[in-house]
């Protein structure tokens, strides 16, 4: 056992975190927008925004992350208005934005889906009863079905956070030096993978373990009408004998 | 009109690229992205099963063995996991070789691409499809069990005519799931040197500099490998539930 070998690696792996947390965040971000987009045109009742969305979400999800990758990142620079334009260029040559693009195009689709599932999943009465209060539309969806419709999110999207984190790590493929890709480079120069890919998963699992408390924490504060009241949720008590 | 034009241009090159001979490589590639994809399910049914059965387990040591599992394999990066099995079984190979004197002590012995990539993805198959056996096993009524129990069943023949049938047709809607999480993850162990799809499509963009053109048709071609297997996936679903459906 090489202790100062695992330490210096583990302190290496984590100097690239705030460049994984960097693709991860924005990633998360500009999906979640897209993902509002789409869910926003598949809620409009538009015909042809329901096609659009249901093609989208066919093809970001049913295609590997790593296709999508490559498609952006080494595909579309075959076309000459895209080296040419002032905007996508620098964006499309860029491998660290190439796979935030890829990214959040990828768990938009994912989201979309999640945000439809929880729209859905809102009771009918609670709706009801906010028309039959005379609420104008804007106001029944910004204080009834909104606040109802992520509580009921929040699990499926806590997991799909989880599935962006360890999709960071493919932007080591496109030589993005993030924990990934500095393990990779540390694995090459010692040849001991199994030391420096157990410290980078070590990393990896922590990450993941303290978002999905946080996740877990913010699901609790959001639902407290939904805990039973402490006292009720022990055991019945046995009638005190008072005769 | 500049985006027709290169439009027009790929779609005639994609022809005469794809007839003179990287169409049949693409064809090879989709075969072994299915053998990889057949083979780590397997793997991942046997360890999946041993997992579920050890986080259903009444004792604690199991229990734990079960949730780290399915914790670790699923809280880590799948290139992470395809690297360690890969070039960590290069390491362990090598240096068991280079001890037994087998091979010289500068040589290294490579851990085979193809046994590495489906060891690494079928282990995390193995971690979603416990949840599904789980799921399935946590699902079948109560009384089923009791019942076999009552009748004086032995824990083998439960497991076999009760548990095994039962837990079978409730899993295919989530061994649906798992199969195309496992489609997609078997394009990550081009990394590791499989010529499957992914690898095929990568070799084609870069000795012809068509990368648009290749990528998309293997984005193609697994959208059509994960859009084939939901009706086979659903005729399943169908057949193995043949004797639950209502009567009409």
């Known amino acids: 056992m090489d202790l100062d070998f695992y330490l210096s690696t583990m302190w290496s792996v984590l100097k690239a975190l705030p460049l994984t947390l960097e693709i991860w965040f924005f990633g998360i971000a500009f999906g979640l927008i897209i993902a509002t987009g789409l869910t926003w045109l ?85 709706i009801e009863a906010a028309k039959a ?54 694995q090459h120069d010692t040849f001991r993978p199994i030391e420096v890919l157990t410290c980078a998963g070590v990393i990896y699992l922590l990450l993941n373990l303290s978002i999905a408390r946080l996740f877990a924490w913010v699901e609790y504060r959001l639902s407290p009408h939904l805990r039973p009241p402490p006292e009720q949720s022990q055991q019945i008590r046995p009638v005190p004998e008072v005769l | 009109m500049e985006f027709l034009n290169d439009l027009k241009d790929q779609v005639s090159t994609a022809y005469e690229l794809l007839a003179a001979g990287w169409g049949v490589q693409l064809l090879w590639g989709i075969a072994w992205t299915l053998a990889v994809t057949v083979v780590s399910m397997l793997i991942g049914a046997v360890l999946g099963s041993l997992v579920a059965a050890a986080k259903l387990s009444h004792r604690g040591g199991l229990r734990f063995i079960g949730e780290s599992y399915t914790t670790v394999f699923r809280g880590e990066p799948e290139l992470l996991i395809i690297y360690l099995f890969y070039y960590g079984g290069t390491q362990v190979l090598t240096g068991v070789a280079r001890s037994t004197g087998s091979i010289g002590s500068t040589d290294i012995l490579n851990m085979p691409s193809f046994l590495g990539g489906v060891l690494a993805v079928g282990i995390i198959s193995g971690a979603y499809q416990a949840e599904v056996f789980r799921g399935s096993f946590l699902a079948i009524h109560r009384g089923e069990l009791e019942a076999a129990r009552a009748y004086g069943m032995s824990a083998w023949l439960r497991f076999r005519l009760v ?61 059509v490998m994960t859009s084939i297997s939901t009706p086979i996936f659903e005729k399943a679903e169908r057949y193995t539930s043949r004797s639950f459906t209502r009567p009409k």
């Open chain 2, 163 to 223: 548990i095994v049938p039962q837990v079978l047709r409730l899993a295919v809607p989530g061994l649906g799931n798992v199969w195309q999480l496992t489609i997609k993850d078997s394009a990550l162990i081009s990394v590791t040197g499989v010529a499957e799809l992914m690898l095929t499509a990568n070799k084609a963009a870069r000795s012809t500099h068509h990368s648009l053109l290749f990528y998309t048709v293997a984005g193609i071609l697994y959208l």
């Open chain 1, 133 to 186: 209060f005379g609420m104008s539309a804007l106001t029944r969806f910004r204080l009834v079905t909104l606040p109802i419709a992520l509580r009921l999110a929040l699990p499926a999207y806590s997991t799909e956070i989880i599935l962006m984190t360890k999709a960071t790590a493919l932007a080591s493929v496109v030589t993005i030096m993030e924990m990934m890709g500095t393990a990779q480079k540390i």
């Open chain 1, 42 to 126: 598949r809620a409009s009742g538009y015909r042809l925004g329901e096609y659009f969305t249901r093609a989208y979400v066919f093809i970001f999800r049913g295609s590997p992350l790593l296709v999508q990758l490559y498609l952006i990142y080494f595909g579309l620079s075959q076309f000459d208005f895209v080296r040419h334009s002032p905007i996508l260029w620098p964006i499309l040559r860029d491998p660290m934005y190439c796979t935030i693009v890829a990214m959040a195009l990828n768990t938009a689709a994912y989201e979309s889906e999640i945000f439809r599932g929880a729209l859905r999943a809102v009771p009918v009465g609670q």
